[in-house]
């Protein structure tokens, strides 16, 4: 049986994953909302201000009556922020005003507290004259009702809330998260930071998927590992399609014994193939529960690169983030490919080209960190020279 290409495995998954783009926005409170995603364009309901007051500790005046300085006012009273509707101003007198506060009907101007001389509680001198409009904040000029002041898939920052919360917002429509649960498999995984027994290897990829599927927007609602018991995988799995929208496996998918997420999605029509690609060949996909699950091969940079190359964009989208555009850039040295398979090489930007850090083992976990891309290399291409441009594959979630 030949080998799925990559591009109608892509297909594939991006249907299995349709529902996740359909999942109802959610109304958070303004105060639990930073770091979500906008669903929609959020208009300004008021002008902000919302109503004409001072920028200024001084004193309310119309421009006219201090035209000629100094010139000495009497002063009506003090007139502080949130002190309710303002008084009307009458022409040759002042108030003492607060920053915030809100102008006098017929006051055009402020006159800044460093501006005056011989302040009493009755009558200020003003040594200086202001143009109408001087450190007075119009309303409106900020923003007017009606007017965008959040654009649509902005993730949430402490100065978006803040001008949500001065336009009156109690609350903010968001993408949903699409919710993940990850359950590895293999009786030789244990946790980090336990005694190793011979044979036994350390869990890193329920790690690498959790920590995937957050970065790209996703709500991680459980990471399990199983033992090769079938009993303990269905018991996980049952769980996990009862809390989430989308389900990652990783091992057990291959031709070898043992093979406990095969062995349990085949009879529920899972199906199981390979994919035309390298790291990352043995590939599943299923519905469970109304869940769709995407089982992925066990090697760890088999496990990110199917991922990257298979679920990221889809939850990238689902979760209301924009796509992770590829780059051309320049070989820095000649490199070989396997024919027959679409290589995706851990590579390094390198000024402005690319350069392989590891070979093609799909075990190679430490050297994947050095990796800040996938180099995309197609199917039929066995030899590039150095400075041939090639598809590469950023991998940080927030480039």
């Given at each position: 049986?030949?080998?799925?290409s990559?591009?109608d495995?892509?297909?594939h998954?991006?249907?299995?994953l349709?529902a996740?783009?359909?999942?109802?926005?959610?109304a958070?409170?303004?105060?639990?909302?930073?770091?979500?995603i906008?669903?929609?364009?959020?208009?300004?309901p008021?002008?902000?201000?919302?109503?004409?007051?001072?920028q200024?500790?001084?004193?309310a005046v119309?421009?006219?009556s201090v035209?000629?300085?100094?010139?000495?006012?009497?002063?009506?009273?003090?007139?502080?922020?949130?002190?309710?509707?303002?008084p009307?101003?009458?022409?040759?007198s002042?108030?003492?005003?607060?920053?915030?506060a809100?102008?006098p009907e017929?006051?055009?101007t402020?006159i800044p507290v460093e501006?005056?001389?011989?302040v009493s509680?009755?009558?200020v001198?003003?040594?200086?004259g202001?143009a109408?409009?001087?450190?007075?904040r119009e309303?409106g000029?900020?923003?007017?009702?009606?007017?965008?002041l959040?654009?649509?898939?902005?993730?949430?920052?402490?100065?978006?809330?803040?001008?949500?919360?001065?336009v009156?917002?109690?609350?903010?429509?968001t993408?949903?998260?699409?919710?993940?649960?990850?359950?590895?498999?293999?009786?030789e995984?244990?946790?980090a930071?336990t005694q190793?027994?011979?044979?036994?290897i350390?869990d890193?990829?329920?790690?690498?998927?959790?920590?995937?599927a957050?970065?790209?927007g996703?709500?991680v609602?459980?990471?399990?590992r199983s033992?090769d018991?079938?009993?303990?995988?269905?018991?996980?799995?049952?769980?996990a399609?009862?809390?989430?929208?989308?389900v990652?496996?990783?091992?057990?998918?291959?031709?070898g014994?043992?093979?406990?997420?095969?062995?349990?999605?085949?009879?529920?029509?899972a199906?199981?193939?390979h994919?035309a690609m390298?790291?990352?060949g043995?590939?599943?996909?299923?519905v469970?529960?109304?869940?769709?699950?995407?089982s992925f091969?066990g090697?760890?940079?088999?496990?990110m690169?199917?991922?990257?190359?298979?679920?990221r964009?889809n939850?990238?989208?689902?979760?209301?983030?924009?796509?992770?555009?590829?780059?051309?850039?320049?070989?820095t040295a000649a490199?070989r490919?396997?024919?027959?398979?679409?290589?995706f090489?851990r590579?390094?930007r390198?000024?402005?080209?690319?350069?392989?850090?590891?070979g093609?083992?799909?075990?190679l976990?430490?050297?994947m960190?050095?990796a800040?891309?996938?180099?995309?290399i197609?199917a039929?291409?066995?030899?590039?020279?150095a400075?041939?441009?090639v598809?590469?594959i950023?991998l940080s979630?927030?480039n």
């Amino acid at each position: 049986m030949s080998a799925r290409s990559v591009e109608d495995h892509q297909e594939h998954v991006s249907g299995l994953l349709a529902a996740l783009h359909t999942l109802a926005p959610t109304a958070l409170p303004l105060t639990e909302a930073l770091g979500s995603i906008v669903s929609a364009d959020v208009t300004s309901p008021v002008d902000l201000p919302l109503f004409r007051n001072s920028q200024m500790d001084g004193y309310a005046v119309d421009a006219e009556s201090v035209r000629n300085t100094p010139a000495t006012l009497a002063v009506r009273g003090v007139l502080a922020a949130g002190s309710g509707t303002p008084p009307k101003h009458l022409v040759g007198s002042a108030f003492r005003i607060m920053t915030g506060a809100p102008m006098p009907e017929g006051a055009d101007t402020v006159i800044p507290v460093e501006d005056t001389t011989g302040v009493s509680k009755h009558a200020v001198t003003i040594n200086r004259g202001r143009a109408a409009g001087e450190f007075v904040r119009e309303r409106g000029s900020d923003i007017t009702a009606g007017m965008l002041l959040v654009r649509e898939g902005t993730r949430l920052e402490p100065r978006h809330i803040a001008a949500l919360a001065a336009v009156g917002a109690a609350t903010v429509i968001t993408y949903t998260p699409p919710r993940v649960a990850v359950i590895t498999t293999g009786a030789e995984l244990k946790s980090a930071g336990t005694q190793l027994n011979p044979g036994e290897i350390y869990d890193s990829n329920g790690p690498a998927l959790a920590s995937l599927a957050r970065a790209n927007g996703a709500d991680v609602v459980s990471i399990a590992r199983s033992t090769d018991d079938p009993d303990v995988f269905r018991e996980l799995l049952s769980y996990a399609t009862s809390v989430a929208d989308l389900v990652f496996t990783s091992g057990g998918v291959s031709m070898g014994d043992f093979e406990v997420v095969k062995e349990t999605l085949q009879p529920l029509g899972a199906a199981f193939g390979h994919v035309a690609m390298q790291p990352g060949g043995p590939q599943g996909s299923a519905v469970v529960n109304e869940v769709p699950i995407l089982s992925f091969p066990g090697n760890p940079v088999s496990t990110m690169v199917s991922f990257e190359v298979f679920a990221r964009e889809n939850i990238r989208r689902a979760a209301g983030l924009p796509p992770i555009a590829s780059e051309r850039r320049p070989l820095t040295a000649a490199l070989r490919s396997i024919p027959g398979k679409r290589q995706f090489l851990r590579g390094r930007r390198s000024g402005d080209g690319v350069e392989p850090v590891s070979g093609t083992g799909s075990h190679l976990v430490a050297m994947m960190a050095w990796a800040d891309v996938l180099l995309d290399i197609p199917a039929d291409v066995t030899e590039l020279d150095a400075g041939t441009p090639v598809s590469v594959i950023p991998l940080s979630a927030w480039n």
